[in-house]
């Protein structure tokens, strides 16, 4: 299973990732994650790209297409791959098509904006794993710690109010044109053309995942 989670910030790609990427067993490739990983690791990557990301900007086409292609190259991506937040723009979907990368299912997860500045505020997250909380919605057993492994949960830099709604408006003007991109391009039926779903984010987390694997069975 080969395929991209689209959908703004805050639509629950990274909470559904988590689902499927257990259901088919392949890896998560969040190209968010791995620049907070390069942030935490203090390289100069992630230097550079912590003033981006804190101003809800994009980081560079050329970057995150080079730090795909080298995940890409990893054993564990030869049966196939989940995209999370990748690509978030034209020049990042070409740059896949033109190396050749299938995609067999692009997931939309659908949610009004209006919902978006409450996921985030209440988001608590877990960067090891990748596993999300909400405070509210989708809260841990044990406040402010992660169920599986005990760990403290953080609280991401990029989601004060503003960062929100910075990133919103360059999800709207950069990255939304690619649900059109690939809803085009599955319906021409060309030969390694996707298959498109689209899929309501809203309601509880386990309603929003079996819609997802209903939608993924298809
Ligand atoms: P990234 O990490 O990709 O962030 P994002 O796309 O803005 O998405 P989020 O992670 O904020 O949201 P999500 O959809 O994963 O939602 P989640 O499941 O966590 O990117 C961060 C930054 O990195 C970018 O701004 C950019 O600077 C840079 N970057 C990354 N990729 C890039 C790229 N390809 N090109 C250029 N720059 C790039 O859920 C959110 C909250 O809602 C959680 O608290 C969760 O518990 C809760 N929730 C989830 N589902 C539900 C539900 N059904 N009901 C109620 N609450 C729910
Ligand atoms: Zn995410």
Redesign the pocket.
């Known amino acids: 299973m080969r395929l991209i989670l689209l ?1 703004a ?7 559904q990732a988590n689902f499927i990427k257990e259901k088919f067993n392949i890896p998560q490739i ?4 791995m ?1 907070r990983a390069a942030i935490k690791a203090g390289t100069e990557l992630g230097l550079a790209a912590k003033k ?2 804190d101003a ?4 560079s086409d050329d970057i ?1 297409i080079g730090l795909v292609k080298e995940r890409l190259k990893d054993a564990d991506c030869a049966n196939g791959y989940l995209f ?6 034209i020049a ?1 979907a070409e740059a896949m098509k033109d190396s050749g990368v299938t995609i067999d299912y692009v997931l939309e997860i659908d949610v009004p904006d209006e919902m978006i500045l409450d ?2 505020t ?2 608590r997250s877990h960067p090891a794993s990748g596993r ?3 405070v509210k ?2 809260p841990p057993k044990v406040e402010g710690v992660d169920d599986v492994s005990g760990e403290p949960l953080i609280q991401r830099d ?1 989601d004060k109010a503003e960062t929100v709604s910075k ?1 919103l408006e360059v999800y709207h003007n950069q990255t939304e044109v690619l649900l059109g991109y690939y809803g085009k391009w599955a319906e021409s039926g060309l030969p390694g053309a996707p298959k498109y779903r689209k899929i309501s ?5 386990e309603q ?1 995942r079996d819609n997802a694997f209903a939608a993924l069975s298809e």
Do not use: C, E, W
Request: charged share 20%; aromatic share 6%; no cysteine.
């Open positions: 959908g910030p805050g639509a629950g790609k990274g909470t969040s190209t968010g994650d620049l981006v990301m809800g900007q994009l980081v995150i999370d937040g990748f690509p978030r723009t990042q996921r985030m209440g988001r999300v909380y909400h919605f989708n990029d990133r984010g809203v309601g509880p987390v929003v």
